[in-house]
């Protein structure tokens, strides 16, 4: 089946630029999600179809898309941007989602 | 608002049935697609299989066929996730969420449930 693969951590200091990528066979021609995931509770969408927010989520994220490898840009890191964040996508060949091994950002 | 609430944390001995809940409000619940989705202690997004409400129209990942089953109530837009035996290894959080077609996006999320099977 279809394996996305993201790192396991990423490190930013406040006001800085975290990029996390989302590593997939042709993974540009799918449309990929975004997910931030705050310790303890529910997962939230924050990117949808590569690089579209939902409402209520802030403009510094923003998503991108080509090639193997899509990645998901937070600028200008806070705080409460630590989380984990999961990439997702359909699998067209098992007709199901997929999702990331998920990435846990930290804030220095 | 949309929003999807769960039913509580439950604590279920090995062998034990179990039927969690996920009741969908603020939208038409039998218009989108119900997603389950587990997370293990300290581990990642599994993704279980989905419903449409509107018609019981019901898919599972391989991983999951025939280890649950998912159904749903449109008089009363509650979807369900159920197991007959329950194992130690099902010990999850487990959550629903909600998309419009089975590409889009979960873009609301219910609160999740604990499970905890423990003997």
């Known amino acids: 089946s279809y394996v996305l693969t993201q790192p396991p951590s990423v490190s930013v200091a406040p006001g800085q630029t975290a990029r996390i990528t989302c590593g997939g066979n042709?993974?540009?021609?799918?449309?990929v999600h975004w997910y931030q995931q705050k310790p303890g509770q529910a997962p939230v969408l924050v990117v949808y179809?590569?690089?579209d927010r939902p409402s209520g989520i802030p403009e510094r994220f923003s998503g991108s898309n080509s090639g193997n490898t899509a990645t998901l840009t937070i600028s200008r890191v806070e705080a409460g941007d630590e989380a984990d964040y999961y990439c997702?996508?359909?699998?067209?060949?098992?007709?199901?989602?997929?999702f990331g091994t998920g990435t846990k950002v930290t804030v220095l | 608002e949309v929003q999807l609430v769960q039913s509580g944390a439950e604590v279920k001995k090995p062998g034990e049935s179990l039927k969690i809940s996920c009741k969908g409000s603020g939208y038409s619940f039998t218009s989108y697609w119900i997603g389950w989705v587990r997370q293990m202690p300290g581990k990642g997004l599994e993704w279980m299989g989905i419903?449409?409400?509107?018609?019981?129209?019901?898919r599972y990942s391989p991983s999951f066929q025939g280890q649950v089953t998912i159904s749903a109530d449109k008089s009363i837009s509650t979807a369900y996730l159920q197991w007959s035996s329950l194992k130690a290894s099902d010990t999850a959080m487990y959550y629903c969420a909600k998309q419009e077609t089975t590409e889009d996006a979960f873009d609301i999320w219910g609160q999740g449930t604990m499970v905890t099977v423990s003997s």
């Open positions: 042709n993974i540009g021609s799918k449309s």
């Open positions: 419903i449409y409400p509107g018609d019981s129209d019901t």
């Open positions: 997702q996508v359909w699998d067209s060949s098992s007709d199901h989602p997929v």
């Open positions: 179809d590569d690089s």
